[in-house]
């Protein structure tokens, strides 16, 4: 009979002791799927916030390259206007084409807008903008000397830019034109906007 008790007192604690594994294992299971779904959590919002910056990345990107504005620079040399690369030039920051003027200039390069007169670095940007042609004519101090061949190409040349600047602008706001349509504003005598 003891011995049956002892017996019957063992198998309790070997099942208590099983159980016991088995509600840890069964602890540790839950732990790591636990942990698991909070690794795939931080990995899914890791992706999420990943994927936000490069898409805003990407926008600055195409807002920046869509507020550039090409300015061609064409050069006088042995009597004839060369065309060089035309320069990317942001409206909010136009240093670059000042940078490329002074350094023109270092080289005795001077800056003229299509009517041929003469620019500063400084006011380059504003002027060919201004005058819708987007274009810088350099020519070497050795060939300033302005005759009628190289005015009466100057004066080309401006009619040919003036052309392609305003076709842009048309393009342009054929383009708005098919995603965007603005509502028509009726102004009163006295200047007044009416919904």
Partial sequence: MKERLEKEQLERERLERERLEKERLERERLERERLG????????????????????RERLERERLER???INLIR????TWKYLAPLAVDPENPSNIERLVNDYMMEGIRAFNTYLRMMSPAECFQVVINNRTHTILLITEDEL???DRMHESAANLHAEATKRVIGLKRKATEDLSHTYHARKMVVCTD???LP
């Fill in 68 to 70: 550039e504005i090409d």
């Fill in 76 to 79: 006088w040399e042995d009597g």
């Fill in 145 to 147: 000397a302005i005759d």
């Fill in 191 to 193: 200047g007044n906007e």
């Fill in 37 to 56: 779904r909070e690794r795939l959590e931080k990995e899914r919002l890791e992706r999420e916030r990943l994927e936000r910056e490069r898409l805003e």
